[in-house]
Nanobody, 115 residues
Framework: QVQLVESGGGLVQPGGSLRLSCAASGSIFSFNTMGWYRQPPGKQRELVATITKGGVTTYVDFVKGRFTISRDYTKDTVYLQMNSLKPEDTAIYYC?????????WGQGTPVTVSS
């Protein structure tokens, strides 16, 4: 059974930075795509960024130029570097891994951007 464990969330002031981590229980090389989603308070879960096995990254418009997704195969970990954070980035951030038509999710890590 695949387990994904997110960490790195917390309270940060507007304009600040955070780096989220998603550690997998096994090799992340087996996944076709890994990504980050978020669920703002009272809203639906939404895509933030993805990275394919080939290293192709995609971002939604509202994070382009501010967030960077990356991975470390030696640590079986995917990261989300978040810079220039805004109050509207406040959400629970979830890690996702996809392979063979199956999605795996972590438990989420909360991010609050507030002064």
């Amino acid at each position: 059974q695949v387990q994904l464990v997110e960490s790195g969330g917390g309270l940060v002031q507007p304009g600040g930075s955070l780096r989220l981590s998603c550690a997998a229980s096994g090799s992340i090389f087996s996944f076709n795509t890994m990504g980050w989603y978020r669920q703002p308070p009272g809203k639906q879960r939404e895509l933030v960024a993805t990275i394919t096995k080939g290293g192709v990254t995609t971002y939604v418009d509202f994070v382009k130029g501010r967030f960077t997704i990356s991975r470390d195969y030696t640590k079986d970990t995917v990261y989300l570097q978040m810079n220039s954070l805004k109050p509207e980035d406040t959400a629970i951030y979830y890690c996702n891994a996809h392979r063979f038509e199956v999605d795996y999710w972590g438990q989420g890590t909360p991010v609050t951007v507030s002064s």
